[in-house]
């Protein structure tokens, strides 16, 4: 039982944060910029956007991509593990 316990708390972590699900939900349709996240939630302010996205970025859950263009872009995306969890666990809820 050590290993699924371990799995159901590293789940519910990643689901206590208010919009940390909400950004894996809307980020399991594809890759996009912060900005287009934003308007795809709509009530989240960007601080705690940024708090989400550096919390799923150490998770694991989701790569920051850079894209060199003028004027510079970051795209975010899930990862494959980020994948698995959108898929598995968020889609069952």
């Given at each position: 039982m050590r290993g699924a316990d371990?799995?159901?708390r590293?789940?519910?972590d990643v689901l206590r944060h208010r919009w940390d699900g909400v950004v894996l939900a809307v980020l399991g349709t594809g890759p996009?910029?912060?900005v287009d996240l934003r308007e795809a939630i709509g009530q989240?302010?960007?601080?705690?956007?940024?708090?989400?996205?550096?919390?799923l970025a150490a998770a694991n859950l989701i790569a920051r991509r850079?894209?060199?263009?003028t004027?510079?872009?970051t795209v975010y995306e899930l990862t494959q593990l980020g994948r698995t969890?959108?898929?598995?666990p968020l889609r069952a809820l």
């Open positions: 371990c799995l159901v590293a789940a519910t996009h910029r912060r989240v302010r960007d601080k705690p956007l940024a708090e989400a996205l550096a919390r850079r894209i060199h263009q004027p510079p872009s969890f959108h898929d598995g």
